[in-house]
């Protein structure tokens, strides 16, 4: 046998190993990883302490992953694999808000806030107020949605990045009846992220940086519709063309106006200078 063939041979026994499998979806995967992993090892001609310094450079990704902080989920955004599998699943309908990446910092069991309410909780940062209108693809409005929202403050630091409990910068609303949403925040600022990890030494490595343009998270659900899980992103902000992560789209990018010190369309009088964005969100129903 030629060298070739040799490899090829290992390839195939291993992919043959899988046939007995009787989920035919976990087949076709686990068929195709192998096919794609031999593939990229002959490719780059893979050595032994390359392929070693890979297992060593994934069990530190492992280590570092907690329930505050998911390295994987960082490790996927880098390579743009996140966004990938975003843009293969992404809403076919014409006119759905479009979706980008989840991120690492989302935390279940954030507090309720009612329509109007305020979820920086102690945040740090420029208040913002943020408005909008939940609809269906047809137009119709949507009530009662649940919208979540999660963000970092003016230092570039989620909530769970701090000591302690705390929940500040994120919770949750319901749409109301005629779908509309307002919630008071503060205004997103760039941020990298976490670098002090084996992520971060690969982006050193291969010189590339580890910022993000200022944005807000979404995760908005409704009944007979498609979960959309997307982001706002600040417009004019540097890193727009460098996102560490690929997660801008033109679309979600939004102007923050700029308010003196006063009194909002709601009637909270604030002291200092305040931001507001208006940002309306439409959901694929399901088929």
Same mark, same amino acid.
């Given at each position: 046998?030629?060298?070739?063939?040799?490899?090829?041979? $290992?390839?195939?026994?291993?992919?043959?190993?899988?046939?007995?499998?009787? +989920?035919?979806?976990?087949?076709?995967?686990?068929?195709?990883?192998?096919?794609?992993?031999? /593939?990229?090892?002959?490719? $780059?001609?893979?050595?032994?302490?390359?392929?070693? /310094?890979?297992?060593?450079?994934?069990?530190? %990704?492992?280590?570092?992953?907690?329930?505050?902080?998911?390295?994987?989920?960082?490790?996927? +955004?880098? @390579?743009?694999?996140?966004?990938?599998? %975003?843009? !293969?699943?992404?809403?076919?309908?014409?006119?759905?808000?479009?979706?980008?990446?989840?991120?690492?910092?989302? %935390?279940?069991?954030?507090?309720?806030?009612? &329509?109007?309410?305020?979820?920086?909780?102690?945040?740090?940062?420029?208040?913002?107020?943020?408005?909008?209108?939940?609809?269906?693809? +047809?137009?119709?409005?949507?009530?009662?949605?649940?919208?979540?929202? #999660?963000?970092?403050?003016? +230092?570039?630091? =989620?909530? %769970?990045?701090?000591?302690?409990?705390?929940?500040?910068?994120?919770? #949750?609303?319901?749409?109301? *009846?005629?779908?509309? =949403?307002?919630?008071?925040?503060?205004?997103?600022?760039?941020?990298?992220?976490?670098?002090?990890?084996?992520?971060?030494?690969? @982006?050193? *490595?291969?010189?590339?940086?580890?910022?993000?343009? /200022?944005?807000?998270?979404?995760?908005?659900?409704?009944?007979?519709?498609?979960?959309? !899980?997307?982001?706002?992103?600040?417009?004019?902000?540097?890193?727009?063309?460098?996102?560490?992560?690929?997660? $801008?789209?033109?679309?979600?990018?939004?102007?923050?106006?700029?308010?003196?010190?006063?009194?909002?369309?709601?009637?909270?009088?604030?002291?200092?200078? #305040?931001?507001?964005?208006?940002?309306? &969100?439409?959901?694929?129903?399901?088929?």
């Amino acid at each position: 046998m030629t060298q070739q063939e040799r490899e090829e041979a $290992v390839t195939d026994e291993v992919v043959a190993s899988f046939a007995g499998t009787k +989920d035919e979806r976990l087949r076709e995967i686990v068929q195709s990883l192998t096919r794609h992993l031999h /593939a990229f090892a002959r490719d $780059v001609r893979l050595t032994q302490e390359e392929w070693e /310094a890979g297992i060593g450079f994934l069990t530190r %990704v492992g280590h570092t992953t907690d329930d505050k902080r998911q390295e994987f989920i960082l490790l996927s +955004d880098v @390579l743009g694999l996140s966004m990938l599998t %975003v843009g !293969i699943n992404a809403p076919a309908s014409p006119g759905a808000t479009e979706s980008t990446v989840f991120g690492p910092f989302f %935390v279940e069991g954030a507090p309720e806030v009612p &329509i109007g309410g305020d979820i920086a909780r102690g945040a740090k940062g420029t208040p913002c107020r943020v408005t909008g209108s939940v609809r269906s693809t +047809d137009g119709s409005p949507l009530a009662g949605a649940r919208i979540e929202v #999660w963000e970092a403050d003016e +230092d570039g630091f =989620y909530d %769970v990045q701090y000591d302690g409990d705390r929940s500040a910068g994120r919770g #949750w609303l319901r749409s109301g *009846a005629d779908g509309e =949403y307002a919630f008071w925040s503060v205004r997103p600022s760039p941020y990298p992220i976490p670098d002090d990890g084996p992520v971060g030494d690969l @982006l050193a *490595a291969t010189g590339r940086g580890p910022m993000r343009p /200022a944005h807000l998270h979404f995760k908005v659900d409704a009944p007979g519709h498609r979960t959309l !899980i997307t982001h706002v992103f600040a417009a004019g902000d540097p890193y727009l063309e460098h996102d560490a992560v690929f997660g $801008v789209k033109e679309s979600l990018v939004v102007d923050f106006a700029e308010h003196p010190a006063g009194a909002a369309p709601d009637g909270r009088v604030l002291d200092t200078a #305040w931001t507001s964005l208006n940002f309306d &969100i439409v959901l694929e129903a399901r088929p």
